[in-house]
């Protein structure tokens, strides 16, 4: 199973809104709704932002969303802050017994 | 609060087996509903599934791994076990464990990680 594909990396200002996508096959992102967001700061574990698509844990912000479109998801970051800057993975579901794949993940720079 | 923890040898020569262990804390590895996973990360690059054991034993491996990994659970202790045989420079990384939603499939929450780096 292939990885999905991410930007290698994204930038914006502080206010700013970025989206960052997450390209899948009829496979994975297409065929399932359990895509999964992970936001990963430097020497840091990976925490869950989005999962199913469009949901989000509690406690994390509002400011962060995800949605998808055919074989694509998509996370959307909305009024960027500094502490935003970080590395943001994507996952889905396979419905095999690979279970899930990781996108190569996607370096945020708030500039 | 649930919290998972790694720990193992941070340094493995090459041709044996790197041995992790995952201590589950704040809640009980036995909970319905949640696989066990490992996850791995290259330096400097993306996330790699490795496989999940569900507490009564059942296991989901990566099938480009599958003849060298082999992922275990101790319920009496809380914990699970990863074994990857025959390790090469290419299998440094930093490994992560997590609870796996068996309904959703993500992953929360994750150990902080451990650096493993295969060298002779």
């Known amino acids: 199973q292939s990885a999905l594909t991410q930007p290698a990396s994204v930038s914006g200002s502080p206010g700013q809104s970025i989206t960052i996508s997450c390209s899948g096959t009829s496979s994975d992102v297409g065929d399932y709704n359990h895509v999964s967001w992970y936001q990963q700061h430097p020497g840091k574990a990976p925490k869950l932002i989005i999962f199913d698509v469009s949901n989000r844990p509690s406690g994390v912000s509002h400011r962060f969303s995800g949605s998808k479109s055919v074989t694509t998801a998509s996370l959307t970051i909305s009024g960027l802050q500094p502490e935003d800057e970080a590395d943001y993975f994507c996952s889905s579901y396979t419905g095999t017994t690979t279970l899930v794949v990781f996108g190569g993940g996607t370096k945020l720079t708030v500039l | 609060q649930l919290q998972l923890q790694e720990s193992g040898p941070g340094l493995v020569k090459p041709s044996e087996t790197l041995s992790l262990t995952c201590t589950v804390s704040g809640g009980s590895i036995t909970s319905s509903s949640y696989f066990w996973g490992w996850i791995r990360q290259p330096p400097g690059k993306g996330l790699e599934w490795l496989g999940n054991?569900?507490?009564?034993?059942?296991?989901y491996y990566n099938p480009s791994l599958k003849s060298r990994v082999t992922i275990s659970v101790d319920s009496s202790k809380n914990q699970f076990s990863l074994r990857l045989t025959s390790v090469t420079a290419g299998d440094t990384a930093v490994y992560y464990c997590a609870r796996q939603s068996e309904i959703n499939y993500w992953f929360d929450p994750w150990g902080q990680g451990t650096l493993v780096t295969v060298s002779s």
């Open positions: 054991v569900y507490y009564s034993g059942g296991t």
